[in-house]
């Protein structure tokens, strides 16, 4: 219930919060909104020697379009995502799946980025970025360097981060009249997705499907084959090993991956 | 580390340790207990309380991270000649809470939904309130005071039997 | 113009709205000044022996006042607790502290005293215990066959206690019967998991009394309670209850935590608090229900049931608690509202590597239930025979005479069939099945469900001699306000406003000059708390003859006081006073009767017997056939409780019951692998029902009064929790019963509805 002790350092920059993650290292963790976390950290899963606070730097938040893509502020908060009249108009997709996250007091303090890092396989934005084929800018001691979402999850809660690091925005295309379909099966409204589907322009993602967030490559496949939606839904599970909780064993989880991508892809939200 | 914050409008200046939850700040610091701790993985929303005016889970926040903002509370909904807020009439008159543990909580987080939404349906509201869990109401009747803190329950819908 | 039967809005509210209410966590008392904490080293196994336990650490960490062991309890001559009841095997004892063996995880194995609050869950993580494991009996299976071994080897069995006598069963039960159904089902496991979790403070006061701050639902019973595990003496104890955030049974009496921290308090000399955290609460408080049942029903074809066998295994965890005896009640209740000629129910309970089994709303009774309505069900689809159909022909008609059934219940009064009729008229349960039948024909995805119970249960009992009852003292003070004292001990019921209702029914006093005291022993000393829904019949009848017997004392001392004959004088209530018949002019307001001397009157209202509400329910239900998610969207209830006193508050207590019975059909569930590791131990991942999976309900109004009270009051509390779980249940399997699916056990999870559906099909094929 309570972390254990920490230190705690307010960055007032990027550049800042930088030298600080480089002065101690391991032992710090960068901390915006805290909902991924602090809840570790209360049942001690997660015990930083370090916290370095980075919700005041200006420069992380916010929301502007850049060309073709909309970049979005690590410290961006879901509630401000979901309400943003430029991300509904725009990516839609996100708008919609930053709206899903946990419940509305999680979201007023939840960040996209401290998800993105934080890379929960079974979290929505994570599945998300993914599904858009997005990007994350990482700012570290060498400057600025662009990784894409397929090659930004590493694991489960590991990412293409290093220590020194810190994701600093997050990048996705422009498409508002892209097709897209959302479905997040959960059995009470503000749980972790059992399993999850984010389809938009042929791309599929997966939730909780995995160690990371999947792309369905056999759904895709079929897609571009010209198999409709049903047909390349039965694709779904292919290549995954899922595993399994009371609430679901690996068939059903299977089974749920490919209902739900039929649904996503019929530009179902759920 | 000092902290400077304005609770329930008045300033504050205190010295406290950096994981000092802002529940337990505004419990044994400041005195203001009735938001509760009612869980441990920020899912039950008994402590939620209004940060820069947004419902927040105080259990989840660090009183260093309320530095420099204001926080409200369910003692402070309420004006100063004692009237109670709309939302809390609303509880009070539609039965809303019975033990009540996580009624402050709920008040708040009814308060920050119609600050944001002033004319939510019924589903609205039950999605409003998926981060505050109560066990002893059923939300039967905490959504019927929000939907009337809203103004949305007219007259013949006052009681809830529908035949006797 | 009468305050019964209106909805009057609680006089505690505003405080409970704006400052909070005052929970035990909340109590600022100068007795508590300098306070210490204690946090509980807990078991991180199921079953295991304690090889050693090493304080060192912990106690050389900052802030840290002591540690204590089983150990330090033993040498102070603290004995393990009993079984409550002696017909349970008294060899089952439970240290307050774990001294050679754990059997649960959680179970206390140590305490750490801190100064402060945060250094308590610093200090407890340097507490080194090494366990040697033992297997785990972690289903009740393991425990009667013995594979997993005994958790009590001084006990000789893992059996706590058996009720009904199974070589009395009769093999030609079902004998004459066209259709007999059989099946095995899930009651399962639920955690009560009140919002307040629970808590304790504790001081010793220089005069060597304890005074003990600790939610609970009798501080009377909590105080018998710690007096026992504490062995003190009655008059150095003194429990007061703050405000209750809730409690579902499973705060009766007192835990081990509450009993060590007073200990500790006298100990160091220094006042006490504790505080638990949900995961500890999870892990600890008493779980409920946890029966398997076996029913067999038989009947005619034309939907008359015969015959019905329950067969209960319930899981008691691994210290008979409560959950031991409830098996009793439930056989107690095994018809039901239903007239069955012949019908039979064995129960055994069994200890298990996990949590203690209690009480929990209803406790034993929704069991029963569930069971019967179920079986009713099943029955219905073998025969061919619409449910309601089938209950209609089946339930006992109107009676208001008292009913005795074969199991030895006697039902006070009931009208099952009127409140079934009701019930389906409100539903509109035609309509229901023409859109059932539509969508079966169109093949849809979301199917409709449609499911009933019909329900009776046990309200109010007493094991007194005499038969139940409740004190009440109501007294009249000169400022013409009145104190009323009461043995009951709300936590959400709002007996502070009705109380204050039934008083100033009889004696004009306005309810907001009325103040209701309970829960302090020094105050209060005797009292049977609140629970089995027994206040208001008790209580409140308690209250209601307290008022009527203190104007009796009012009316001699009016009469002296006015030189007339007490039958000459007429009490005005609206008035608050007496007057002399025929001379308006001439009155004595009550309030001044208690000038000269106090006016108060102490009473016990004794009950003849426990009373029996009733119901029908209807639940509606929507079932993705795809992914086998349960939607409910409709509950249809009607809960016969008598007389209302405040609408407003018994419709509360019936959604919170709705609710909490709904939840537990197809949501909640308490979970163990098979080595007794808890995997629902936090909010997050036991599936506690939120806002978004109930919806509004609708509730119909019937009220059949009882005799046995002046008020007509039977009770509400838990009325709710029992009619829904079936019906809920019910409705899931009736929505999908035309692909082949006769059962699915609760919570009926999506995946448990898929696999049915699937196992269906294959069936269906083969």
Wanted: glycine share 10%; with cysteine; aromatic share 6%.
């Amino acid at each position: 219930m309570i972390p254990a002790t920490f230190d705690y350092e307010v960055a007032d920059s990027a550049e800042h919060a930088l030298s600080l993650l480089a002065e101690h290292g391991e032992d710090a963790k960068l901390l915006a909104g805290g909902h991924s976390l602090l809840p570790m950290m209360k049942v001690r899963l997660a015990q930083p020697a370090v916290l370095v606070d980075i919700a005041r730097v200006g420069e992380l938040s916010g929301i502007r379009s850049d060309g073709g893509e909309l970049v979005i502020g690590a410290t961006t908060r879901h509630a401000d995502v979901a309400g943003s009249d430029l991300v509904r108009a725009e990516v839609p997709l996100l708008a919609y799946a930053a709206a899903q996250v946990g419940d509305p007091q999680i979201r007023h303090r939840g960040t996209i980025g401290g998800s993105l890092a934080h890379a929960d396989p079974s979290a929505d934005l994570p599945m998300t970025l993914l599904a858009l084929g997005g990007s994350v800018e990482i700012t570290g001691p060498a400057g600025v360097r662009t990784v894409a979402a397929d090659d930004f999850f590493a694991g489960p809660f590991e990412t293409a981060l290093s220590p020194d690091e810190l994701l600093s925005a997050v990048r996705v295309p422009r498409g508002g009249d892209v097709p897209w379909g959302y479905q997040k099966f959960v059995r009470r409204a503000n749980d972790w997705a059992i399993v999850a589907v984010a389809a938009y322009d042929g791309r599929v993602a997966l939730a909780n499907m995995g160690g990371t967030p999947l792309r369905a490559l056999g759904v895709e496949e079929a897609l571009r084959g010209g198999a409709s939606a049903a047909e390349a839904a039965a694709h779904a599970a292919d290549g995954t090993s899922p595993g399994y909780d009371f609430h679901a064993d690996t068939e059903y989880r299977k089974h749920l991956a490919r209902v739900l991508t039929k649904r996503a892809l019929q530009g179902e939200t759920g | 580390m000092e902290i400077k914050l304005t609770v329930n409008g008045t300033a504050r200046s205190d010295e406290v340790e950096p994981r000092l939850l802002l529940v337990h700040y505004l419990r044994e610091v400041c005195g203001l207990r009735a938001a509760n701790v009612g869980c441990d993985t920020t899912s039950c929303g008994a402590c939620t309380v209004l940060l820069d005016g947004e419902s927040v889970k105080s259990c989840t926040v660090l009183a260093v991270q309320a530095n420099g903002r204001s926080v409200t509370t369910a003692e402070g909904l309420v004006a100063e000649d004692g009237t109670m807020s709309a939302v809390q009439q609303a509880f009070r008159e539609n039965h809303g809470l019975q033990c009540g543990f996580c009624t402050p909580g709920m008040v708040m987080a009814a308060t920050s939904l119609l600050a944001e939404n002033p004319d939510p349906t019924e589903q609205q509201v039950r999605e409003g309130l998926e981060g505050n869990f109560c066990r002893c109401t059923g939300y039967h009747n905490i959504v019927r005071a929000v939907l009337a803190a809203a103004g949305k329950l007219s007259g013949a819908e006052a009681s809830s039997e529908v035949g006797a | 113009m009468s305050i019964l039967g209106t909805r009057v809005l609680r006089t505690e509210d505003p405080g409970f709205l704006t400052t909070g209410a005052v929970y035990t966590e909340d109590v600022q008392d100068e007795r508590l000044a300098g306070a210490c904490y204690v946090h509980f080293v807990r078991s991180t196994v199921a079953h295991a022996s304690i090889l050693s336990i090493d304080t060192s650490a912990a106690r050389d960490a900052d802030g840290v006042v002591a540690v204590y062991t089983g150990k330090d309890l033993a040498e102070a001559g603290l004995a393990p607790v009993k079984p409550m009841m002696p017909n349970m095997n008294q060899k089952m004892v439970q240290p307050l502290l774990a001294t050679d063996v754990v059997r649960f995880v959680g179970e206390p194995v140590a305490a750490v005293v801190t100064e402060e609050m945060y250094q308590g869950e610093d200090a407890i993580e340097l507490v080194d215990v090494d366990y040697g494991i033992l297997p785990a009996v972690a289903t009740m299976h393991q425990a009667v066959s013995g594979e997993r071994g005994l958790l009590f080897p001084d006990a000789e069995t893992n059996v706590v206690v058996k009720f009904g006598d199974e070589s009395e069963t009769n093999p030609d039960l079902f004998e004459g019967c066209e259709v007999v159904v059989s099946e095995v089902i899930q009651n399962q496991r639920v955690a009560p998991a009140p919002m307040e979790s629970r808590s304790g403070a504790a001081a010793w006061g220089a005069d060597g009394r304890l005074t003990a701050w600790i939610p609970n639902q009798g501080a009377q019973g909590t105080k018998g309670a710690l007096v026992g595990m504490l062995g003190l003496k009655p008059e150095d104890v003194r429990i007061i209850t703050p405000d209750v955030g809730g409690a579902f049974g499973a705060k009766f009496g007192a835990d081990s935590e509450h009993a060590v921290i007073c200990w500790i308090a006298r100990q160091l000399g220094r006042p006490v608090r504790w505080s638990e955290t949900r995961n500890e609460n999870l892990l600890v408080m008493p779980h409920g229900r946890a029966q398997e049942q076996k029913v067999t029903i038989g009947g005619m074809r034309d939907g008359t049931v015969l015959a019905y066998r329950l067969e209960v295994l319930q899981d008691c965890g691994a210290y008979p608690k409560a959950g031991a005896f409830l098996p009793m009640l439930t056989r107690l209740m095994t018809p039901g509202p239903y007239e069955i000629p012949h019908a039979e129910a064995f129960t055994t309970s069994v200890v298990t590597n996990t949590t203690p089994v209690g009480a929990y709303r209803g406790a034993g009774r929704p069991e029963a239930a569930a069971a019967i309505d179920r079986a009713m069900d099943l029955f219905a689809d073998a025969a061919g025979v619409d449910p309601a159909e089938v209950r209609r022909k089946n339930l006992l008609p109107k009676f208001t005479e008292p009913h005795k059934t074969a199991f030895g219940a006697v039902y006070d009064s009931g009208d099952y069939v009127t409140a079934l009729e009701k019930a389906l008229a409100a539903a509109g349960y035609d309509e229901l099945l023409a859109e059932q039948a539509r969508r079966r024909a169109a093949g849809d995805t979301l199917q409709l469900g449609i499911g009933l119970s019909s329900y009776v249960e046990i309200t109010g009992p007493g094991g007194e001699a005499g038969g139940p009852n409740e004190n009440s003292t109501v007294e009249v003070h000169p400022d013409g306000t009145a104190t009323i004292l009461t043995g009951t001990s709300p936590h959400g019921q709002g007996h502070q406003t009705v109380w204050a209702m039934l008083a100033s029914e009889e004696l004009g006093i306005p309810i907001e000059k009325i103040t209701v005291k309970w829960g302090d022993t020094d105050l209060v000393p005797r009292g049977g708390g609140t629970g089995g829904s027994r206040s208001l019949q008790l209580g409140g009848a308690a209250v209601q003859q307290a008022s009527r017997e203190l104007l009796d004392v009012a009316r001699e001392r009016a009469a002296a006081s006015l030189e007339a004959s007490p039958s000459d004088l007429i009490f005005d209530t609206e008035a608050s006073a007496f007057t002399v018949k025929g001379d308006p002019d001439i009155s004595v307001p009550l309030s001044s009767l208690a000038e000269a001397e106090r006016l108060f009157v102490h009473t016990v209202f004794t009950s003849p017997g426990p009373t029996f509400p009733f119901g029908s329910h209807v639940a509606v239900v929507d079932v993705d056939t795809e992914t086998g998610k349960v939607f409910l969207r409709r509950m249809v209830t009607v809960d016969d409780a008598g007389t209302v006193m405040n609408p407003l508050l018994a419709e509360g207590q019936r959604h919170g019951g709705i609710a909490q019975g709904a939840a537990q059909a197809f949501l909640e569930e308490v979970v163990y692998d098979d080595d007794g590791n808890p995997l629902t131990a936090t909010f997050a991942d036991y599936p506690f029902l939120s806002a978004t999976e109930v919806p509004s309900f609708d509730l119909v109004g019937m009220e059949t009064p009882t005799s046995y009270n002046p008020l007509g009051a039977k009770g509400i509390g838990e009325a709710g929790s029992i009619g829904s779980t079936p019906a809920v249940q019910n409705a899931v399997i009736d929505a999908v019963s035309h692909l082949g699916v006769r059962h699915i056990d609760m919570p009926t999870s999506p995946q448990r509805v898929w696999r049915a559906i699937q196992a269906a099909n294959g069936s269906k094929e083969a």
